[in-house]
């Protein structure tokens, strides 16, 4: 809801496509960079839809409530795919990633304490800047059930302008 919020302030005829990870599952990773004679395949199916959608994006918005202190499992798995589509020399999944901009939308239950959303900002400017992507910072609200950010007027008065802020080069 928040990001929608926030999405809504775009200038009129702005591309967007959302993307729900739950709706487009992934099969555990497996990290094979290290296994001799071992390489990665080609991706198919959700990941393949997630990696075209990936690449063709100027801004890519990552929406992850917080869970324990970090981005949800989907997102995780979703981000372990980059390790894999990074060695895969066809795709040039860095240089079509660099440039581009790495936002980040999350909500927390603790609402006197936004410092414990820091492992989930660290992981989304640390590939940001691992990827040579713009860091476009992160909107974060509060509530603990679905419909509970509704209720959290300073984030939504944020959203209102989150995607108008100045951009941070890592």
Same mark, same amino acid.
């Given at each position: ?17 959302? $993307?729900?990870?739950? *709706? $487009? ?20 199916? *959700? ?12 801004? &890519? !918005? ?28 066809? !795709? ?21 304490? *936004?410092?414990? !959303?820091?492992? &989930?900002?660290?992981? $989304? ?13 992160? $909107? ?7 419909? *509970? ?22």
């Amino acid at each position: 809801m928040l990001a929608r919020e926030a999405a809504q302030q775009l200038a009129p005829g702005t591309t967007q496509r959302w $993307l729900r990870l739950h *709706d $487009l599952p992934l099969p555990r990773f497996e990290d094979r960079r290290h296994l001799g004679g071992h390489s990665f395949q080609p991706p198919v199916g *959700d990941e393949q839809l997630l990696l075209e959608a990936t690449v063709e994006a100027t801004d &890519l !918005v990552i929406v992850s409530p917080l869970y324990w202190y970090a981005v949800s499992a989907d997102t995780k798995l979703y981000l372990d795919y980059w390790s894999a589509w990074l060695h895969l020399p066809e !795709v040039g999944f860095r240089s079509r990633m660099a440039g581009g901009t790495l936002w980040g939308v999350t909500v927390t239950s603790h609402r006197d304490d *936004d410092s414990k !959303v820091d492992p &989930l900002i660290g992981t $989304l400017r640390n590939t940001a800047e691992y990827m040579g992507m713009n860091w476009g910072g992160a $909107l974060i609200g509060h509530g603990n059930r679905p419909g *509970d950010i509704r209720a959290d007027t300073d984030a939504l008065r944020a959203a209102k302008s989150y995607f108008a802020r100045q951009v941070a080069a890592v």
